[in-house]
């Protein structure tokens, strides 16, 4: 398993936009993924659980990445995430 923590600083946080882009790139991948915001975690192949988060400016999330592809799915999303958030 590989796990990655991050301070969001996009003002919006994690809305809709880069939520369901983080849901595509994550179904592309076999691998278990998971984003927690320390309260509450989201698969990150299902949207709405993303969006339920409410994950907002400033909070830390974590990325949990466990399977047969994690570590093309740890690069591509740890990517992602700090280009995006």
């Known amino acids: 398993m590989k796990t990655f923590t991050y301070t969001v600083k996009d003002q919006l946080g994690l809305h809709a936009r880069p939520a369901g882009l983080l849901a595509t790139k ?3 991948f076999q691998s ?9 975690e989201a698969d ?8 339920t988060l409410g994950v907002k400016q ?4 974590e990325l949990k990445v466990e399977g047969e592809d ?3 799915a740890f690069n591509d999303l740890k990517a ?6």
């Open 26 to 28: 994550s179904a592309a």
């Open 32 to 40: 278990k993924i998971t984003l927690s915001n320390g309260v509450k």
């Open 44 to 51: 990150c192949k299902k949207l709405i659980r993303l969006l």
């Open 58 to 61: 400033g909070d830390k999330i």
């Open 70 to 72: 994690e570590d093309a």
């Open 80 to 85: 992602f995430v700090e280009e995006n958030l």
